[in-house]
Protein backbone atom coordinates (compact mmCIF):
# COMPACT_ATOMS: atom_id res chain seq x y z
CA UNK A 1 0.00 0.00 0.00
CA UNK A 2 3.10 2.47 0.46
CA UNK A 3 3.29 2.81 -3.35
CA UNK A 4 -0.24 2.96 -4.30
CA UNK A 5 -1.61 5.37 -6.63
CA UNK A 6 -4.63 8.19 -5.22
CA UNK A 7 -6.34 6.78 -8.63
CA UNK A 8 -5.98 3.05 -7.28
CA UNK A 9 -7.06 3.66 -3.65
CA UNK A 10 -9.84 6.11 -4.66
CA UNK A 11 -11.15 3.12 -7.44
CA UNK A 12 -10.97 0.06 -4.25
CA UNK A 13 -12.64 2.54 -1.87
CA UNK A 14 -15.40 3.14 -4.02
CA UNK A 15 -15.97 0.11 -4.92
CA UNK A 16 -15.62 -1.56 -1.40
CA UNK A 17 -12.70 -3.47 -1.77
CA UNK A 18 -10.22 -1.50 0.54
CA UNK A 19 -11.50 0.68 3.13
CA UNK A 20 -10.59 3.68 4.10
CA UNK A 21 -10.13 3.40 7.41
CA UNK A 22 -7.50 0.56 6.54
CA UNK A 23 -5.81 2.90 4.40
CA UNK A 24 -5.31 5.62 6.88
CA UNK A 25 -4.54 3.07 9.74
CA UNK A 26 -1.68 1.97 7.36
CA UNK A 27 -0.75 5.81 6.33
CA UNK A 28 -0.50 6.58 10.10
CA UNK A 29 1.71 3.76 11.21
CA UNK A 30 3.83 4.35 8.37
CA UNK A 31 4.01 7.56 9.28
CA UNK A 32 4.99 6.94 12.66
CA UNK A 33 7.80 4.60 11.59
CA UNK A 34 9.10 6.58 8.85
CA UNK A 35 8.85 10.35 9.73
CA UNK A 36 11.71 10.22 12.46
CA UNK A 37 14.10 9.78 9.36
CA UNK A 38 12.53 11.80 6.75
CA UNK A 39 11.59 15.02 9.13
CA UNK A 40 8.63 14.91 6.53
CA UNK A 41 5.44 16.04 8.97
CA UNK A 42 5.17 18.42 11.79
CA UNK A 43 2.01 17.86 12.37
CA UNK A 44 -0.40 14.60 12.30
CA UNK A 45 -3.84 14.99 12.37
CA UNK A 46 -4.84 11.25 13.74
CA UNK A 47 -8.19 11.80 15.09
CA UNK A 48 -9.50 14.11 12.32
CA UNK A 49 -8.31 11.52 9.41
CA UNK A 50 -9.91 8.18 11.73
CA UNK A 51 -13.31 10.19 11.59
CA UNK A 52 -13.22 11.44 8.21
CA UNK A 53 -12.00 7.44 7.28
CA UNK A 54 -15.44 6.63 8.96
CA UNK A 55 -17.10 9.04 7.11
CA UNK A 56 -16.52 7.72 3.98
CA UNK A 57 -16.71 4.20 4.38
CA UNK A 58 -20.36 5.18 5.54
CA UNK A 59 -21.37 6.43 2.37
CA UNK A 60 -19.57 3.61 0.43
CA UNK A 61 -21.77 1.27 2.58
CA UNK A 62 -24.81 3.32 2.40
CA UNK A 63 -25.05 3.44 -1.27
CA UNK A 64 -23.75 7.03 -1.65
CA UNK A 65 -20.97 8.43 -3.76
CA UNK A 66 -17.80 9.23 -1.74
CA UNK A 67 -16.04 11.76 -3.76
CA UNK A 68 -13.49 10.65 -6.72
CA UNK A 69 -10.93 11.08 -3.95
CA UNK A 70 -12.33 8.87 -1.61
CA UNK A 71 -10.03 7.07 1.02
CA UNK A 72 -6.81 8.91 -0.44
CA UNK A 73 -4.67 10.03 2.32
CA UNK A 74 -2.95 13.90 1.51
CA UNK A 75 -0.64 16.56 3.56
CA UNK A 76 -0.62 20.02 3.17
CA UNK A 77 2.60 21.95 3.18
CA UNK A 78 1.94 23.83 6.75
CA UNK A 79 1.02 27.42 5.27
CA UNK A 80 -1.94 26.20 4.44
CA UNK A 81 -4.97 26.35 6.88
CA UNK A 82 -6.36 23.34 9.04
CA UNK A 83 -8.99 24.55 11.28
CA UNK A 84 -8.08 24.19 15.10
CA UNK A 85 -3.97 24.24 13.93
CA UNK A 86 -1.77 27.15 14.09
CA UNK A 87 -0.67 27.71 10.55
CA UNK A 88 3.27 27.58 10.64
CA UNK A 89 4.27 28.76 7.49
CA UNK A 90 7.79 27.17 8.36
CA UNK A 91 8.29 29.88 11.06
CA UNK A 92 9.11 30.21 14.59
CA UNK A 93 7.02 33.97 14.97
CA UNK A 94 3.66 32.04 13.42
CA UNK A 95 3.74 29.75 16.40
CA UNK A 96 1.94 32.58 18.30
CA UNK A 97 -1.05 32.95 16.04
CA UNK A 98 -3.99 31.78 17.25
CA UNK A 99 -5.51 28.10 15.49
CA UNK A 100 -7.16 29.02 12.53
CA UNK A 101 -10.80 29.02 12.16
CA UNK A 102 -11.53 26.80 8.96
CA UNK A 103 -9.54 25.04 6.33
CA UNK A 104 -8.11 26.31 3.93
CA UNK A 105 -9.57 26.65 0.35
CA UNK A 106 -7.47 23.84 -0.83
CA UNK A 107 -7.94 21.28 1.79
CA UNK A 108 -11.77 22.11 1.92
CA UNK A 109 -12.08 20.76 -1.32
CA UNK A 110 -9.85 17.89 -1.59
CA UNK A 111 -11.59 16.75 2.01
CA UNK A 112 -15.10 17.13 -0.11
CA UNK A 113 -13.65 15.19 -2.92
CA UNK A 114 -13.31 12.12 -0.04
CA UNK A 115 -9.79 12.92 0.47
CA UNK A 116 -8.29 12.76 3.76
CA UNK A 117 -6.33 15.10 5.88
CA UNK A 118 -3.47 13.49 7.63
CA UNK A 119 -1.28 16.61 8.75
CA UNK A 120 0.86 19.72 7.82
CA UNK A 121 4.63 19.23 6.12
CA UNK A 122 7.70 20.83 6.81
CA UNK A 123 9.15 24.09 5.21
CA UNK A 124 11.39 26.53 4.03
CA UNK A 125 10.42 29.66 6.47
CA UNK A 126 8.38 31.82 4.93
CA UNK A 127 8.58 30.01 2.01
CA UNK A 128 12.13 31.69 1.24
CA UNK A 129 13.73 28.88 0.46
CA UNK A 130 14.70 26.32 -2.39
CA UNK A 131 16.67 23.89 -0.30
CA UNK A 132 14.26 22.01 1.97
CA UNK A 133 16.22 23.14 5.10
CA UNK A 134 14.14 24.70 8.28
CA UNK A 135 16.44 26.46 11.34
CA UNK A 136 13.14 25.79 13.59
CA UNK A 137 12.32 22.73 12.54
CA UNK A 138 15.46 20.98 10.92
CA UNK A 139 15.32 19.60 7.26
CA UNK A 140 13.43 17.52 5.85
CA UNK A 141 15.29 14.45 3.75
CA UNK A 142 15.28 13.13 0.79
CA UNK A 143 14.06 9.73 0.50
CA UNK A 144 16.68 8.49 -2.08
CA UNK A 145 20.08 9.78 0.28
CA UNK A 146 19.00 10.99 3.95
CA UNK A 147 22.42 12.75 3.42
CA UNK A 148 20.64 14.83 0.77
CA UNK A 149 18.35 17.83 0.30
CA UNK A 150 14.99 17.87 -0.59
CA UNK A 151 14.62 20.98 -2.61
CA UNK A 152 12.04 23.60 -1.25
CA UNK A 153 9.95 25.50 -0.32
CA UNK A 154 8.07 22.40 -0.36
CA UNK A 155 10.12 19.65 0.96
CA UNK A 156 8.23 18.33 3.31
CA UNK A 157 5.56 17.87 0.64
CA UNK A 158 8.50 16.04 -1.83
CA UNK A 159 9.68 13.94 0.85
CA UNK A 160 6.09 12.83 2.12
CA UNK A 161 5.26 11.73 -1.48
CA UNK A 162 8.89 10.03 -2.84
CA UNK A 163 9.14 8.63 0.88
CA UNK A 164 5.90 6.48 0.25
CA UNK A 165 3.98 8.29 3.88
CA UNK A 166 0.95 9.83 1.12
CA UNK A 167 -0.21 9.48 -2.51
CA UNK A 168 -0.93 12.97 -2.81
CA UNK A 169 0.31 16.25 -1.10
CA UNK A 170 0.00 19.78 -1.39
CA UNK A 171 2.64 22.65 -1.79
CA UNK A 172 3.61 26.37 -3.22
CA UNK A 173 5.65 27.87 -6.13
CA UNK A 174 6.57 31.56 -5.88
CA UNK A 175 9.44 31.03 -7.99
CA UNK A 176 10.16 27.07 -8.25
CA UNK A 177 8.70 25.35 -4.86
CA UNK A 178 7.09 22.58 -6.24
CA UNK A 179 8.91 22.04 -9.44
CA UNK A 180 12.05 21.89 -7.26
CA UNK A 181 11.47 19.05 -4.90
CA UNK A 182 9.50 17.76 -7.26
CA UNK A 183 12.86 17.06 -9.37
CA UNK A 184 15.14 16.60 -6.99
CA UNK A 185 12.70 13.75 -4.97
CA UNK A 186 11.23 12.23 -8.37
CA UNK A 187 7.70 12.63 -8.29
CA UNK A 188 5.30 14.87 -10.18
CA UNK A 189 4.42 18.23 -9.77
CA UNK A 190 2.12 20.83 -10.99
CA UNK A 191 2.54 24.37 -11.15
CA UNK A 192 -1.38 25.86 -12.89
CA UNK A 193 -1.54 28.98 -14.10
CA UNK A 194 -1.05 32.02 -11.87
CA UNK A 195 -4.58 32.75 -11.34
CA UNK A 196 -6.04 29.25 -11.76
CA UNK A 197 -6.10 27.48 -7.92
CA UNK A 198 -7.37 29.41 -5.11
CA UNK A 199 -5.09 30.41 -2.00
CA UNK A 200 -7.74 31.03 0.62
CA UNK A 201 -6.71 30.28 3.59
CA UNK A 202 -2.65 29.72 2.85
CA UNK A 203 -0.31 32.26 4.53
CA UNK A 204 1.49 34.74 1.35
CA UNK A 205 4.97 34.44 0.53
CA UNK A 206 5.18 36.98 -2.67
CA UNK A 207 1.52 37.78 -3.54
CA UNK A 208 2.12 38.76 -7.08
CA UNK A 209 4.19 35.30 -7.73
CA UNK A 210 2.44 33.01 -5.46
CA UNK A 211 0.60 30.06 -7.04
CA UNK A 212 -0.46 26.67 -5.24
CA UNK A 213 -0.72 23.15 -6.55
CA UNK A 214 -0.47 19.55 -6.08
CA UNK A 215 2.53 16.83 -6.19
CA UNK A 216 1.95 13.44 -6.64
CA UNK A 217 3.92 10.32 -7.82
CA UNK A 218 1.59 9.82 -11.56
CA UNK A 219 0.29 12.21 -13.77
CA UNK A 220 -3.10 10.84 -13.41
CA UNK A 221 -2.66 11.73 -9.67
CA UNK A 222 -1.86 15.44 -10.74
CA UNK A 223 -5.16 15.21 -12.77
CA UNK A 224 -7.53 13.68 -10.70
CA UNK A 225 -6.31 16.19 -7.85
CA UNK A 226 -6.23 19.05 -9.99
CA UNK A 227 -9.91 18.59 -10.68
CA UNK A 228 -10.98 18.46 -7.30
CA UNK A 229 -8.98 21.97 -6.96
CA UNK A 230 -10.59 23.85 -9.18
CA UNK A 231 -13.51 26.39 -9.08
CA UNK A 232 -14.16 30.43 -7.74
CA UNK A 233 -13.10 31.92 -4.59
CA UNK A 234 -14.06 35.19 -2.81
CA UNK A 235 -11.15 34.45 -0.63
CA UNK A 236 -8.46 35.30 -3.13
CA UNK A 237 -8.78 37.99 -5.27
CA UNK A 238 -5.87 37.07 -7.79
CA UNK A 239 -8.57 34.16 -8.77
CA UNK A 240 -9.25 34.48 -12.42
CA UNK A 241 -12.99 33.93 -12.99
CA UNK A 242 -12.86 30.76 -15.34
CA UNK A 243 -15.02 27.87 -15.67
CA UNK A 244 -13.83 24.68 -14.13
CA UNK A 245 -11.66 22.60 -16.91
CA UNK A 246 -11.85 18.95 -15.92
CA UNK A 247 -8.90 17.19 -17.48
CA UNK A 248 -10.62 13.28 -16.51
CA UNK A 249 -8.84 10.44 -17.87
CA UNK A 250 -5.26 11.23 -19.18
CA UNK A 251 -5.24 8.70 -22.64
CA UNK A 252 -1.94 7.23 -23.60
CA UNK A 253 -2.08 9.05 -26.79
CA UNK A 254 0.14 12.18 -28.21
CA UNK A 255 -2.01 14.88 -30.45
CA UNK A 256 0.03 14.26 -33.70
CA UNK A 257 0.00 17.85 -34.34
CA UNK A 258 1.13 19.08 -30.62
CA UNK A 259 4.34 21.18 -31.53
CA UNK A 260 6.63 20.72 -29.13
CA UNK A 261 10.50 22.51 -28.31
CA UNK A 262 13.19 22.02 -26.45
CA UNK A 263 14.65 25.43 -24.88
CA UNK A 264 18.28 26.08 -25.35
CA UNK A 265 20.48 28.76 -25.10
CA UNK A 266 19.54 29.83 -21.10
CA UNK A 267 18.60 26.47 -20.22
CA UNK A 268 21.42 24.70 -22.15
CA UNK A 269 23.82 26.88 -19.79
CA UNK A 270 25.17 26.34 -16.43
CA UNK A 271 23.25 22.30 -16.01
CA UNK A 272 24.47 19.58 -14.78
CA UNK A 273 25.23 16.38 -17.26
CA UNK A 274 22.48 15.07 -15.64
CA UNK A 275 19.82 17.72 -16.23
CA UNK A 276 21.25 17.75 -19.94
CA UNK A 277 20.39 14.01 -20.20
CA UNK A 278 16.99 14.20 -18.37
CA UNK A 279 16.17 16.62 -20.83
CA UNK A 280 17.24 14.53 -24.11
CA UNK A 281 16.01 12.06 -22.75
CA UNK A 282 12.29 13.64 -22.72
CA UNK A 283 12.75 15.00 -26.05
CA UNK A 284 13.81 11.33 -27.42
CA UNK A 285 10.62 9.92 -25.81
CA UNK A 286 8.76 12.76 -27.54
CA UNK A 287 10.56 12.61 -30.69
CA UNK A 288 11.25 15.82 -30.87
CA UNK A 289 14.13 17.67 -32.89
CA UNK A 290 13.56 21.60 -32.33
CA UNK A 291 15.75 23.50 -30.03
CA UNK A 292 14.83 26.80 -29.58
CA UNK A 293 15.81 29.85 -27.63
CA UNK A 294 14.21 32.50 -25.37
CA UNK A 295 15.68 35.93 -25.49
CA UNK A 296 16.04 37.75 -22.39
CA UNK A 297 15.67 34.92 -19.29
CA UNK A 298 18.15 35.92 -17.32
CA UNK A 299 16.87 39.68 -17.09
CA UNK A 300 13.48 37.76 -16.57
CA UNK A 301 14.61 35.91 -14.01
CA UNK A 302 16.63 38.96 -12.07
CA UNK A 303 13.61 40.97 -12.19
CA UNK A 304 11.85 38.32 -10.38
CA UNK A 305 14.34 38.47 -7.78
CA UNK A 306 13.27 42.07 -7.33
CA UNK A 307 9.84 41.69 -7.37
CA UNK A 308 10.28 38.48 -4.90
CA UNK A 309 12.13 40.78 -2.29
CA UNK A 310 10.32 43.55 -2.51
CA UNK A 311 6.97 42.18 -1.99
CA UNK A 312 7.85 39.54 1.02
CA UNK A 313 9.71 42.36 3.00
CA UNK A 314 6.78 44.33 2.71
CA UNK A 315 4.77 41.67 4.58
CA UNK A 316 6.92 41.16 7.36
CA UNK A 317 8.14 44.49 7.60
CA UNK A 318 6.06 44.62 11.47
CA UNK A 319 7.77 41.26 12.54
CA UNK A 320 11.37 42.47 11.47
CA UNK A 321 11.17 45.84 13.04
CA UNK A 322 10.26 43.89 16.45
CA UNK A 323 10.98 40.34 15.97
CA UNK A 324 14.50 39.90 13.88
CA UNK A 325 16.27 37.81 16.04
CA UNK A 326 13.10 34.90 16.04
CA UNK A 327 14.15 34.65 11.85
CA UNK A 328 16.38 32.29 10.34
CA UNK A 329 19.17 35.02 9.51
CA UNK A 330 19.15 34.09 5.63
CA UNK A 331 15.46 34.60 5.25
CA UNK A 332 15.65 37.93 7.23
CA UNK A 333 18.60 39.37 5.56
CA UNK A 334 16.87 38.79 2.00
CA UNK A 335 14.00 40.33 3.16
CA UNK A 336 15.81 43.05 4.87
CA UNK A 337 17.61 43.88 1.62
CA UNK A 338 14.38 43.62 0.00
CA UNK A 339 12.91 46.29 2.45
CA UNK A 340 16.01 48.79 0.98
CA UNK A 341 14.86 48.20 -2.94
CA UNK A 342 13.91 51.39 -4.26
CA UNK A 343 10.41 51.97 -5.53
CA UNK A 344 11.88 52.73 -9.06
CA UNK A 345 13.32 48.87 -9.05
CA UNK A 346 10.09 47.35 -8.02
CA UNK A 347 8.88 49.31 -11.24
CA UNK A 348 11.44 48.26 -13.34
CA UNK A 349 11.09 44.55 -12.38
CA UNK A 350 7.72 44.57 -13.44
CA UNK A 351 8.41 46.42 -16.91
CA UNK A 352 10.70 43.43 -17.59
CA UNK A 353 8.00 41.19 -16.62
CA UNK A 354 5.42 42.44 -19.06
CA UNK A 355 7.86 42.52 -21.63
CA UNK A 356 9.13 38.92 -20.85
CA UNK A 357 5.69 37.86 -20.88
CA UNK A 358 5.26 39.15 -24.10
CA UNK A 359 8.58 37.68 -25.75
CA UNK A 360 7.09 34.23 -24.45
CA UNK A 361 3.03 34.74 -25.80
CA UNK A 362 5.00 35.19 -28.81
CA UNK A 363 6.82 32.13 -28.65
CA UNK A 364 3.59 30.28 -27.66
CA UNK A 365 2.23 31.23 -30.44
CA UNK A 366 4.48 28.69 -33.03
CA UNK A 367 5.07 26.14 -29.87
CA UNK A 368 2.71 24.21 -28.16
CA UNK A 369 5.07 22.61 -25.32
CA UNK A 370 8.15 23.78 -24.65
CA UNK A 371 10.55 21.69 -22.45
CA UNK A 372 13.27 22.68 -19.89
CA UNK A 373 15.39 21.25 -17.04
CA UNK A 374 13.98 21.52 -14.00
CA UNK A 375 17.13 21.86 -11.74
CA UNK A 376 20.53 22.42 -12.81
CA UNK A 377 21.37 19.26 -10.97
CA UNK A 378 20.84 16.64 -8.78
CA UNK A 379 20.03 17.19 -5.17
CA UNK A 380 22.78 18.72 -2.93
CA UNK A 381 23.85 17.63 0.36
CA UNK A 382 21.76 18.76 3.09
CA UNK A 383 24.10 21.79 4.54
CA UNK A 384 26.02 22.60 1.30
CA UNK A 385 26.09 26.12 0.91
CA UNK A 386 28.27 26.04 -2.81
CA UNK A 387 27.68 24.56 -6.15
CA UNK A 388 30.31 24.25 -9.71
CA UNK A 389 28.03 25.20 -11.94
CA UNK A 390 29.33 25.42 -15.57
CA UNK A 391 32.88 26.38 -14.01
CA UNK A 392 31.48 28.51 -11.90
CA UNK A 393 31.38 28.30 -8.14
CA UNK A 394 27.52 29.45 -7.17
CA UNK A 395 25.33 29.53 -4.43
CA UNK A 396 23.40 26.57 -3.58
CA UNK A 397 19.89 28.23 -2.36
CA UNK A 398 19.03 30.35 -5.44
CA UNK A 399 20.21 28.87 -7.93
CA UNK A 400 18.29 25.80 -7.53
CA UNK A 401 15.60 28.00 -8.90
CA UNK A 402 17.82 28.77 -11.79
CA UNK A 403 15.21 27.62 -14.72
CA UNK A 404 12.12 27.63 -12.69
CA UNK A 405 11.81 30.82 -12.09
CA UNK A 406 11.49 32.64 -15.47
CA UNK A 407 8.08 30.72 -15.80
CA UNK A 408 6.29 31.39 -12.68
CA UNK A 409 7.68 35.16 -12.93
CA UNK A 410 4.46 34.96 -15.80
CA UNK A 411 2.32 32.42 -14.56
CA UNK A 412 2.47 29.86 -16.70
CA UNK A 413 1.24 26.16 -16.11
CA UNK A 414 4.42 23.76 -15.63
CA UNK A 415 3.97 19.73 -14.84
CA UNK A 416 7.25 18.51 -13.44
CA UNK A 417 7.97 15.11 -15.07
CA UNK A 418 10.45 12.90 -12.90
CA UNK A 419 13.59 11.39 -14.95
CA UNK A 420 15.63 8.43 -13.37
CA UNK A 421 19.22 8.47 -15.01
CA UNK A 422 21.60 5.01 -14.62
CA UNK A 423 23.89 5.94 -11.57
CA UNK A 424 22.17 9.18 -10.66
CA UNK A 425 19.25 10.32 -8.13
CA UNK A 426 16.38 11.58 -9.44
CA UNK A 427 16.18 14.74 -11.01
CA UNK A 428 13.32 16.50 -13.52
CA UNK A 429 12.11 17.88 -16.44
CA UNK A 430 9.69 21.01 -16.75
CA UNK A 431 6.87 20.79 -19.31
CA UNK A 432 5.94 24.25 -20.15
CA UNK A 433 2.36 25.11 -21.50
CA UNK A 434 0.35 28.30 -22.37
CA UNK A 435 -1.53 29.72 -20.24
CA UNK A 436 -4.72 27.69 -19.05
CA UNK A 437 -3.11 24.66 -20.95
CA UNK A 438 -2.85 22.43 -17.85
CA UNK A 439 -4.41 19.66 -19.30
CA UNK A 440 -1.80 19.73 -22.35
CA UNK A 441 0.57 19.61 -19.85
CA UNK A 442 -0.25 16.53 -18.12
CA UNK A 443 -1.38 14.80 -20.81
CA UNK A 444 2.66 15.06 -22.65
CA UNK A 445 3.35 14.16 -18.92
CA UNK A 446 1.35 10.90 -18.77
CA UNK A 447 2.41 10.03 -22.33
CA UNK A 448 6.37 10.01 -21.23
CA UNK A 449 4.79 7.86 -17.78
CA UNK A 450 3.48 5.46 -20.11
CA UNK A 451 6.49 4.99 -22.85
CA UNK A 452 8.32 4.14 -19.60
CA UNK A 453 10.74 7.51 -20.10
CA UNK A 454 9.57 9.30 -16.69
CA UNK A 455 8.38 7.47 -13.10
CA UNK A 456 8.49 8.41 -9.89
CA UNK A 457 11.22 6.04 -8.32
CA UNK A 458 10.65 4.40 -5.04
CA UNK A 459 13.77 4.96 -2.95
CA UNK A 460 12.75 1.36 -1.27
Known amino acids: MDWMSATEIAERVR??????????????????????????????????ACQKATQ????????????????????????FDIQGEVTLAGSKINRDLPPALQDSTLVRRLSAAGAILVGALNMGEYAYDFTGEN????????????????????????????????PLALGSDTNGSIRVPSSLCGIFGLKPTYGRLSRGGSFPFCPSLDH?????????????????????????????????????TLTTELDSNLRIAVLGGYFAQQGTDAARRALQRVADALGVKSTIEIPE?????????????????????????????????????RMLAGALLPATAYLQAQRVRAHFQKIV??????????????????????????????????????????????????????????VQLPDSLPIGVQVIAGPWQEARALQVARVLE??????PIPYF
Open 15 to 48: TGSLTARAVVDHTLERIAAQNPRLNAFTLVTAER
Open 56 to 79: VDQLVATGHDPGPLAGVPFAVKNL
Open 297 to 333: VAAARAAAYVVTNAESSALHLPNLRTRPHDYDPDVRD
Open 450 to 455: DRGFVS
Open 135 to 166: LHYGASRNPHDLSRMTGGSSGGSGSAVAGGLV
Open 212 to 248: VGPMARSAQDLALAYDALQGPDDRDAALVRRSVEPVG
Open 361 to 418: ADVLTRHDILLAPATPMTAPSIGQKTMVLGGEEMLVRPHLGLYTQPFSFIGLPVVVVP
